[in-house]
């Protein structure tokens, strides 16, 4: 209980020292906005590399997320957590640069999902082992290749709801808030998305979706 207690009393401490770094940083503090520099780097880069897979792009998003910060802190009215503002602006930049990419990578997803017979059920199901959490589903070299190539292929917006949800772990409320689109559109994006995933890992252990 007193562990609990403690661990409560630092979050609220953690929020409150970010709610005065950015309070400091609309005031045109120098010295806050190298503090929330430091202190979230890692996560938008993080972020960044998986949306992209490229080191150069991602170092680019980080620039370009951490400049739109520093002009327009002013914006951030604190509805949200900070680092929610934060994955919207690095969702936002890492799509704009997906969208640049050819096309030609992008796939049907229809032809990945189940098809079904006129009664409802499935004509062909897939039979591999498939689980939410794309960390431990990519544990092996083979299986983390065919992931990252599957991902590549999924519009920007779903890939960005697949890396929010799987790999930052981040709730479906908040994808939402980060991304700009309803729960339940976030729930459709990310099920359609996981559907086409498992399908292509199915076709490629030989089970056709």
């Known amino acids: 209980m007193a562990r609990a207690a403690k661990s409560a ?33 890692a996560m938008v880069y993080r972020q960044a590399i998986r949306m992209l897979g490229n080191p150069v792009e ?32 690095t969702a936002n930049a890492a799509i704009t640069k997906l969208r640049k990419r050819k096309r030609s990578r992008e796939v049907s997803i229809e032809d990945y999902l189940p098809t ?35 991902l590549e292929m999924l519009p920007p917006v779903d890939k960005a709801v697949v890396v929010l949800s799987d790999l930052e772990e ?17 729930k459709a994006r990310l099920h359609r998305a996981r559907l086409f995933l498992r399908g292509k890992l199915a076709a490629h252990f030989g089970n056709a979706p």
Request: hydrophobic share 40%; aromatic share 10%.
């Open 170 to 186: 981040l709730s479906n409320r908040d994808i939402a808030k980060a991304l700009g689109l309803t729960v339940p559109a976030v």
């Open 9 to 41: 009393s630092t979050a609220r401490s953690v929020d409150g020292d970010e709610r005065e770094l950015v309070r400091r940083c609309k005031g045109g503090d120098p010295v806050a906005f190298e503090a929330l520099f430091n202190r979230h780097m």
């Open 58 to 89: 991602a170092e680019e998003v980080v620039q370009e997320v951490f400049v739109t910060v520093y002009k327009k802190i002013n914006m951030f009215r604190g509805e949200a957590a900070f680092s929610t503002w934060l994955y919207r602006l």
């Open 116 to 150: 079904f017979e006129e009664n409802g059920h499935y004509q062909a199901r897939p039979v591999v082992d498939w689980s939410n959490d794309l960390e431990k589903t990519m544990a092996t070299r083979e299986t983390q290749a065919i992931i990252r190539e599957a």
